[in-house]
């Protein structure tokens, strides 16, 4: 496919994702995340059976940073990621941006506490409020199911500086049909179990269902590499862990960028 063709056929997609979840998207999603910012770290844990610090060490461990490095964590929420990658190398400058300021209000709290400082934008990441080639790193973690994800990548690809990297982590929908099928089961309970643990409010409640539907229409670990060429980016890599139901993936602005 041409340039124009491969824009129009991720675009075509997101439309249809955003058709289905429009509502969610749009009208629910603030609430859901006010309401589970609290408890937002702990529910992970319970909900995978305690791996969640396994899966975050995987993360941060493929990231390369340097000091000085100017670092962006999109979709920062409770800053998580932002504080493990300040443990790791404290000379960074570090930017988080959610458009959920319950969520990052706990992860101002969380930053505080450890005496870190984290820039905090408030702000819809589908339009990045930063000049171009300005970040030597950006992350993104457990948020792109809810997002038009080729204008998210286009705008991270847009701050990056030449040569950066951008490192991607997420629920994936996996390649085999017997795996997603075992997988949202698995999901569909412990959504519900989680709910009922943490006494979770009526906007997280009610969307149990979207969160289930948005992973089956979503990209697998493959699917999301190809993405990511068609963006731009270069030496595109990944690794998925059970069988494709969560992915980390690596990849490059070349020192010349635009879709190849």
């Known amino acids: 496919m041409a340039n124009g063709e491969r824009a129009m ?10 058709d289905q979840f429009k509502h969610v998207w749009h009208e629910e999603l603030n609430d859901v995340f006010a309401d589970v910012a609290k408890y937002y770290d702990r529910a992970n844990y319970v909900a995978s059976l305690g791996l969640w610090g396994w899966f ?51 992860g101002r709290k969380n930053a505080e506490k450890l005496a870190l400082h984290i820039e905090n934008v408030i702000h819809d990441v589908h339009q990045l409020p930063f000049p171009d080639n ?72 009610n969307c149990r269902r979207y969160f289930i539907d948005a992973l089956q229409m979503f990209y697998s670990a493959d699917e999301f590499d190809q993405l990511l060429h068609d963006v731009g980016f270069q030496n595109v890599t990944h690794k998925t862990l059970f069988a494709g139901m969560l992915g980390f993936h690596e990849a490059a602005k070349g020192s010349t960028s635009g879709m190849a």
């Open 134 to 205: 300005h970040f030597d790193v950006v992350t993104l973690q457990f948020a792109s199911r809810h997002l038009r994800i080729y204008d998210v990548t286009t705008e991270i690809m847009r701050v990056l500086k030449p040569g950066g990297k951008f490192y991607h982590s997420d629920m994936l929908r996996p390649a085999s049909d017997i795996v997603g099928t075992l997988y949202f089961t698995y999901l569909r309970g412990c959504l519900a179990f989680t709910a009922l643990v943490f006494r979770s409010g009526s906007a997280a409640v």
């Open 56 to 106: 975050r060490r995987n993360f941060i461990s493929m990231i390369d940073v340097q000091p000085g490095q100017q670092v962006l964590d999109v979709c920062a929420g409770t800053n998580a990621i932002a504080i493990a990658l300040l443990k790791k190398q404290p000379a960074l400058k570090v930017t988080a941006i959610d458009r959920s300021e319950a969520m990052q209000e706990v």
């Open 9 to 18: 056929h991720y675009a075509s997609f997101d439309d249809r994702r955003e």
